[in-house]
């Protein structure tokens, strides 16, 4: 795919996927195109090329249509809706679905990973600080009960002990209850650990692709990425 | 000379005030929801409401009465809203600020044009809403018909603060005001949510229109003119992007300038507009967000 703000050419020809179930990181420098891949996939930027989600053609989708699809994405800056409390948030997120008692159980279900968000659940999100905005965004992701979560920069700005919950957060989910997961993040080390496969783009095209545990040790990618 | 102050006109005063602020509030209250939504004031506001008061004025004339000919016309009103928008404001969703004012402007002189064509610019009148007898609470006379009009208003109002903030629709249409970006996200239908609340002003200002109507002894095309510069008064009084403040705003501005109008005898009933518009000067220099209005952070 390839995708564009108004003149400018952003993404290439970038070609990845994610299997289902499956956790897959996309690196690379500022400005190489991260961002994009994931808002061209969700439709939040014009894009042109073959996009395929469970069989069905999303190339075409509107964000609103992406999500009801079963694609959640958190965005960069998380796009938690300050006016809104914690709860209002979640139930936003339920938005799409019309199963009362099934999103009331999902609810309970989030708070018990986020337990920090049940205490401050009829809080204004704008109160809450960074860490527990980016959990409520990704608490928000998971009320859609998405098949694939589109996670960008979740690490950004956060101190490394929160960065660390929110990975183990997404790792559990990924490996207990099989959501595909493709993260793209500034800190490829976390990322490298966090996925079993990773795409490194330059400029708006794919450089390097392979498992994870190879691109660790890949001596390339620990210079430029990994810094050491 | 305080002695002889004569508290039971003031009361009096104060509910008359209350009355035509409650009547401007249900209109700045649909250019506050416009406002919220767009970041633009809907010059046409007022002469969607004047067009909704001549529909409940031929329904009334066909027969209904004037409750059933306001609720046939609040609902029609809704419909004809979400239909402007789909029409007039879709296209330049993503137009620049400027571009989305100067359509309503347009949308001004359609709007009042189509109602001089359809209905003859001959004067009209509807029949009272309430009763005209005046009632007593605790030795004091107030009018049923103003006591009548802030009821509606406010109760229009307080139906509006319910769907917004307790059904779901109302929840998405919120969060599609402030992050349309985020909302899309969760999949919500943002494009929809504007023709929501544009349906919602439209039928917000049948209301008042429908308040104001009555209480004239005749009236015509030009109806709901000063009604919207009070109304815009009210809302820049408590801040253009609070629907709370804008009722806040209107009540005060309400009994503010028929206090005046009392008390202050050069002011009399001619010079009230100038004192509204005075207040958006005074609110606009010393505290341009209003009561309750929230400065917007713009980060660089």
């Known amino acids: 795919m390839t995708a564009r703000y108004g003149p400018v050419t952003a993404l290439h020809g970038v070609s990845l996927s994610v299997g289902e179930g499956e956790a897959v990181a996309v690196l690379g420098a500022n400005g190489a195109g991260k961002t994009t891949t994931l808002r061209a996939i969700s439709g939040a930027v014009r894009r042109s090329g073959r996009i395929a989600f469970a069989g069905q ?3 075409r989708s509107s964000p609103e249509a992406t999500a009801r699809a079963g694609i959640a994405h958190v965005p960069e800056g998380r796009g938690t809706l300050t006016d809104l409390t914690v709860r209002e948030n979640l139930r936003l997120g339920a938005y799409t679905r019309r199963d009362r008692a099934a999103i009331k159980e999902d609810e309970a279900r989030v708070f018990g990973y986020f337990p920090r968000l049940r205490e401050r659940r009829d809080q204004r999100a704008g109160t809450l600080s960074g860490g527990e905005q980016q959990m409520l ?4 992701a998971l009320m859609l009960r998405p098949r694939l979560l589109l996670l960008d920069e979740p690490s ?9 919950e929110i990975f183990r957060i997404v790792g559990e989910l990924n490996e207990r209850e099989g959501l595909a997961v493709l993260v793209v993040e500034q800190n490829a080390a976390l990322a490298l650990e966090a996925s079993a496969r990773a795409y490194v783009l330059e400029v708006g095209k794919v450089a390097i692709e392979g498992e994870s545990a190879a691109l660790r040790r890949d001596e ?3 210079r430029s990425y990994l810094g050491y | 000379m305080l002695l002889a102050f004569d508290w039971t006109q003031l009361a009096q005063q104060i509910v008359i005030g209350l009355s035509s602020g409650g ?3 249900t209109l700045a209250v649909a250019l506050v929801l416009i406002y ?3 970041g633009v004031v809907n010059f046409a506001q007022g002469e969607m409401a004047m067009f909704s008061t001549f529909i409940a004025w031929s329904l009334v004339h066909h027969g209904l009465s004037y409750w059933a000919a306001f609720f046939l016309t609040v609902a029609i009103s809704f419909f004809g809203g979400v239909g402007i928008e789909r029409v007039v404001i879709k296209p330049v969703e993503r ?3 400027l571009t989305v004012v100067i359509v309503t402007l347009g949308l001004f002189f359609l ?26 609470v605790a030795g004091v006379a107030f009018s049923i018909q103003d006591l009548g009009t802030i009821a509606v208003s406010l109760g229009a109002v307080g139906l509006l603060w319910l769907f917004f903030r307790f059904t779901k629709l109302g929840l998405a249409s919120r969060a599609a005001a402030v992050n349309p970006e985020a909302s899309r996200l969760v999949g919500v239908r943002v494009s929809w949510m504007l023709a929501l609340g544009w349906g919602l002003a439209a039928a917000m200002g049948a209301v008042s229109g429908m308040l104001t109507a009555p209480a004239l002894a005749s009236f015509d095309q030009n109806l709901m003119q000063p009604v919207l510069l009070y109304a815009f008064a009210g809302a820049v009084l408590g801040g253009l992007d609070s629907p709370l403040g804008a009722v806040v705003g209107s009540l005060l501005l309400g009994v503010l300038i028929n206090l005046i109008g009392t008390y202050v005898d050069w002011v009399g009933t001619d010079l009230r507009l100038p004192v509204a518009l005075a207040v958006i000067l005074g609110v606009l220099l010393v505290k341009p967000t209003g009561l309750f209005g929230r400065a917007e952070v713009v980060r660089v």
Not at chain 2, 112 to 119: E, K, L, P, T, V
Not at chain 2, 125 to 133: G, H, I, K, M, Q
């Open chain 1, 57 to 59: 053609s999303i190339a």
């Open chain 1, 137 to 140: 965004a990704l608490a928000r």
């Open chain 1, 156 to 164: 950004l700005g956060l101190a490394p002990t929160v960065v660390g």
């Open chain 1, 220 to 222: 390339s990618v620990r």
């Open chain 2, 23 to 25: 009547v401007f509030a």
């Open chain 2, 36 to 38: 919220r939504s767009t």
């Open chain 2, 95 to 97: 137009a620049p600020v």
């Open chain 2, 111 to 136: 709007v009042n044009g189509a109602a001089r064509w359809i209905w003859s610019p001959e004067v009209r009148s509807l029949p009272n809403a309430f009763s005209t007898r005046p009632i007593d």
